[in-house]
């Protein structure tokens, strides 16, 4: 049996859709190892046994994969962020797209010949346009600031993350260095009065840098001369602004936000189209790699002009705005309502006017447009990570569009959802992963499937 301390010999043979690899002892038990790879030995510490599985850290590497790469940020391995920054980019694209296959034929009882290629991220590092940098107090009430352990709110400091632009990463010093002297600043339990969150945004075609400070209150000491000395330092910087979030939350944006210097917003361009970036605007966070999943989505579409595209999950509208020209009619549909609003202005600023926005549930409204008689003739749904209701599925079946492009950002989801569409009118064509987020666990798919029964 299998106990808390044992050390033992394990060869990891696979990697869990979270990143940690995977290994199985004689007796047949399967051991979850954080920071191994596929073809590591290893000396492993069980930390946690439980009735089939047990959880494990390396105690040391006996042979390394082949797959492994010095990892080149010093808080890697504590970090929630990275889970592959020990393994090649090459390695780490395999094992992504392997998820996504597991989940099509496991979850899906899909073919794995429908999962294309993976499209690889043309930056690996620098590519977040957004960050959120926690400020607290660690246990000798010293200033921390960096990123969160994984699953805790425990903060690793690091103010030079490898997945930032580097302007970020001057900013954050720049921050650092000001509040690091000064704890009684700093949001406390006790205090919700104190800075809490350093968030930076950035415009990557336009340059254009937003930073934002989260605190309790509207003002804090040596505010202006901060304000003053960074926008001094940083021409990019076109906008300052101080939320304020007092609640008791998980949440980091607070409702109320104060530009204390130049714009409310920034604008970046993104599929030849113009967006402005408020705070709490949804805008995809690597911009390069999200015209390539745009593309593919388009690609899928088919569009020749005279479609009417319903644009399902839209956030501030860009997929749909950036097919609006190659359709006749775009409706976007959105729960939250400052996208809409959003949506509405960004449709305004680039001129287009064959496009309206709904702010409601998905669900809800597809059910109401299909009422209405409207019958699109494609379906772009992007769905959080909890996917598609079944009952959704049922409208879009009965609205019985030629296509539906299913962009999903969980695999296991997207899988049970087509499924569900495969028992009604629509087979599944192709699927192409894309890798958005270099180094991180996440994958994110396009989907293309096609009407092929005839509609009763
Ligand atoms: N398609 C957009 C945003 C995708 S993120 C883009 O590419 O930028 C998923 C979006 O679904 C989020 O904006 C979220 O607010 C929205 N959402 C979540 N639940 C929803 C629901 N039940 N109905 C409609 N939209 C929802």
Known sequence: MLSKNDIIELNITSLTSD????????????VFIPNTAVGDEIQARILKVKKNVAYAKVEEIITPSPDRITPDCPVSKQCGGCVYRHISYDAELTAKRQKVVDCITRIG???????????PSE?????RNKAMIPIGLDKNGEVTMGFYARHSHRIVPCIDCKLSPEIFNEIAADFYDFIKDRPELVDTDRNRQGIRHLYLRYA??????????????RSFDGDTALYNSLKEKYNQIKSIILNVNPDDTNVVLGKKSYTVYGEDCIEDILCGLRFDIAPRSFYQVNRTQAERLYGVARDYADLSGSEVLLDLYCGAGTIGLSMAKDCKEIIGVEIIPEAIENAN??????????????????SEAAAKLRGEGITPNVVIVDPPRKGLTPELIETINKM??????????DPATLARDLSQFETLH???????????????????????????????
């Open 426 to 456: 629509y087979s599944v064509k192709e699927i192409t992963p894309v890798d958005m987020f270099p180094r991180t666990a996440h994958i994110e798919s396009v989907c293309l499937m096609s009407r092929v029964k005839p509609h009763r």
């Open 19 to 30: 990143g940690d690899g995977v290994a199985r002892t004689a007796e047949g038990i399967v």
């Open 345 to 362: 202005a960004n449709a305004e600023r680039n001129g287009i006017t064959n496009a309206r926005f709904i702010c409601a549930d998905a």
């Open 204 to 217: 990557e075609k336009t340059g254009d840098v937003m930073v934002c400070i989260v605190a309790g209150k």
């Open 123 to 127: 930056n690996i590092d620098g590519y």
């Open 400 to 409: 019985h569009p030629d296509r539906v492009v299913y962009v999903s950002c």
């Open 109 to 119: 009882k899909l073919d794995e010949s429908l999962v294309g290629n993976i499209i």
